[in-house]
């Protein structure tokens, strides 16, 4: 079965640093995602991505937060100046087009800031 | 505004009991309804989904879950449980095309 793929699995930054997170989305989905989980905290939306530019994206996702298809497979959610707050599970996920369809996420990358 | 309670942060069961998880759901339009499942240190799995079409909807793993629209729910159960069903579920609506609102995740225990 297809997968959404994340790398890193955990990554540790100092505060301040930039961090890129990496996805590679499903080969023939069309609309990406980025989503985040605060340990002990509820699962959030941060931004969607459809045809090369952002299609919503929450009050979380200020200036410090971008995104980013490089190529026709990566997915990357950058943040430039990391901040103890941003210590959280980072999921990418991926869908077709039309309403229902269902998301699919990948495994998650786990990003400490210290 | 879409938003989902989950009335239960832990349930307790004993290994081929069954399952009752519960979700209600707080919508303006007639929502997508989702169950995700999240094992230890695994991403989120979809379990199943409801979008307007039959009220009982059958997902992977012998679980299941009924739309009631009366009682704006969308309980998940199952008949039996087993251990690899230890993990935490979350329900989740979508009225907005593609956007997620999670609930705060109901962690399932299974005991022999």
């Known amino acids: 079965e297809p997968e959404v793929t994340q790398t890193p699995s955990h990554q540790v930054t100092q505060m301040g640093q930039e961090v890129i997170l990496r996805c590679v989305p499903i080969?023939?989905?069309?609309?990406f995602y980025w989503y985040r989980q605060i340990l002990g905290q509820k699962v959030e939306f941060l931004v969607s991505?459809?045809?090369?530019?952002?299609?919503?994206k929450s009050e979380i996702f200020d200036d410090q937060f971008s995104v980013e298809r490089p190529d026709g497979s990566n997915f990357t959610l950058k943040i430039r100046s990391t901040k103890l707050e941003d210590s959280a599970m980072y999921f990418c996920?991926?869908?077709?087009?039309?309403?229902?369809?269902?998301?699919?996420f990948g495994e998650g990358s786990w990003l400490t800031v210290v | 505004a879409q938003s989902v309670t989950q009335l239960d942060s832990h349930v307790s069961v004993s290994e081929g009991t069954p399952v009752l998880l519960r979700c209600n759901y707080s919508?303006?339009?007639?929502?997508?309804l989702f169950w995700y499942v999240q094992h230890p240190n695994k991403g989120l799995q979809l379990l199943l989904k409801y979008t307007s079409a039959a009220t009982l909807v059958k997902g992977i793993n012998g679980f299941e879950a009924e739309f009631k629209k009366s009682e704006t729910s969308f309980h998940l159960t199952k008949p039996s449980a087993h251990m690899s069903d230890a993990a935490e579920y979350f329900c989740?609506?979508?009225?907005?095309?593609?956007?997620?609102?999670f609930g705060t995740g109901t962690r399932l225990l299974v005991s022999p």
């Open positions: 996920a991926s869908s077709g087009t039309g309403n229902g369809n269902t998301i699919y």
């Open positions: 919508s303006s339009y007639s929502p997508s």
């Open positions: 080969s023939n989905h069309l609309y």
């Open positions: 989740v609506v979508s009225e907005v095309f593609q956007k997620l609102v």
């Open positions: 991505f459809y045809n090369n530019e952002i299609s919503e």
